[in-house]
T-cell receptor, first 116, second 114 residues
């Protein structure tokens, strides 16, 4: 079974530029998550989708971050404009359905973003 | 005060040692407890999942939950160099509805030396 795919794996940009990350979840997984993991910290949830609807985006900085999940499969996370403090690893995860706590979240390898 | 506290280490042990990793939490709403392992440049992967207080064993790994003290532990017996990774505790509140959100600790970096 193929895992969660993310691209690019690494990205270096200058502050005020824009950047986009792509995620392809495990086939059949209805729930998709984007996390931000700053160096030395645990992952922090940015946004959760159930199919193509947003379940939780309470920690997404909506003035600069946006995310979409068209057709309930792939998802894109965008940052515009980027700030220095956005330097982090952006992890995508998916699970069968988010309505049961026992449903395991499977994580992709992440995109490492450096903002100069 | 953060909801979940975890000593970031780093922790360095010789091969074969017993490793103890711990987290504390402040919110009694947390009902589900997980341990994730994250190798360098990889995403986290689920190691152990527990709901009730007590112990759960899986091979060399034992997860322990003490809800009265708001304290969880992960023990690794006969540690191997391949266990070298960051270990993250994570918790879910019991009344999430359709949104069972994971709250992670900072992670503890473990190195097992051959």
């Amino acid at each position: 079974e193929a895992g969660v795919a993310q691209s690019p794996r690494y990205k270096i940009i200058e502050k005020r530029q824009s950047v986009a990350f792509w995620c392809n979840p495990i086939s059949g997984h209805a729930t998709l998550y984007w996390y931000q993991q700053i160096l030395g910290q645990g992952p922090k949830l940015l946004i959760q989708f159930q199919n193509n609807g947003v379940v939780d985006d309470s920690q997404l900085p909506k003035d600069r971050f946006s995310a979409e999940r068209l057709k309930g499969v792939d998802s894109t996370l965008k940052i515009q404009p980027a700030k220095l403090e956005d330097s982090a690893v952006y992890l995508c995860a998916s699970s069968l359905v988010g309505s049961r706590p026992a449903n395991e979240q499977f994580f992709g390898p992440g995109t490492r973003l450096t903002v100069l | 005060q953060k909801e979940v506290e975890q000593d970031p280490g780093p922790l360095s042990v010789p091969e074969g040692a017993i490793v103890s990793l711990n987290c504390t939490y402040s919110n009694s709403a947390f009902q589900y407890f997980m341990w994730y392992r994250q190798y360098s440049r990889k995403g986290p992967e689920l190691l152990m999942y527990t709901y009730s207080s007590g112990n759960k064993e899986d091979g060399r790994f034992t997860a322990q939950v003490d809800k009265s003290s708001k304290y969880i532990s992960l023990f690794i017996r006969d540690s191997q160099p391949s266990d070298s990774a960051t270990y993250l505790c994570a918790m879910i509140k019991g009344s999430g509805g359709s949104n069972y959100k994971l709250t992670f600790g900072k992670g503890t970096l473990l190195t097992v030396n051959p």
